[in-house]
């Protein structure tokens, strides 16, 4: 079945999130 | 980290909600996708939040769907480079 999801969706930016050592 | 609950989204304003649904999503994403975390969760936050918010408590089905936009990538990669092969 078709996805509805789009991948052209806009790429999300983290605020809180800091990278694994 | 307590779990995010709908009282908590409710009471954020509505793109403040998607903002916070990413960032619970992302590290999760970061996990298994690294280099697409960041376009797989903003994928992902167009469902709607409900949605989101049973996904953030189930992890099968989170991978299932962090699977299905992975996919949906690639083939959107692929049409895109027929299409370039194309001109």
Same mark, same amino acid.
């Given at each position: ?16 999130? *800091?990278?694994?050592? | ?5 709908? *009282? /908590?989204?409710?009471? =954020? ?6 903002? /916070?649904?990413? $960032?619970?999503?992302?590290? !999760? ?7 697409? =975390? ?5 994928? @992902? ?9 049973? /996904?953030? $408590? *189930?992890? $099968? *089905?989170?991978? =299932?769907?962090?699977?299905?936009? @992975?996919?949906? !990538?690639?083939? =959107?990669?692929?049409?895109?480079? $027929?299409?370039? /092969?194309?001109?």
């Amino acid at each position: 079945r078709k996805s509805t999801l789009n991948p052209n969706a806009k790429e999300f930016n983290p605020r809180s999130f *800091s990278q694994p050592k | 980290q307590e779990p995010l609950t709908v *009282s /908590m989204l409710a009471a =954020a304003p509505l793109h403040k909600q998607k903002q /916070m649904i990413g $960032e619970r999503l992302y590290p !999760l994403i970061y996990n298994v996708h690294t280099q697409l =975390a960041g376009k797989i969760t903003g994928m @992902l936050l167009e469902i709607d939040n409900s949605e989101l918010l049973y /996904m953030l $408590e *189930s992890p $099968e *089905s989170l991978n =299932a769907k962090v699977e299905e936009a @992975l996919a949906v !990538l690639i083939q =959107a990669h692929q049409t895109m480079e $027929e299409e370039q /092969m194309k001109v």
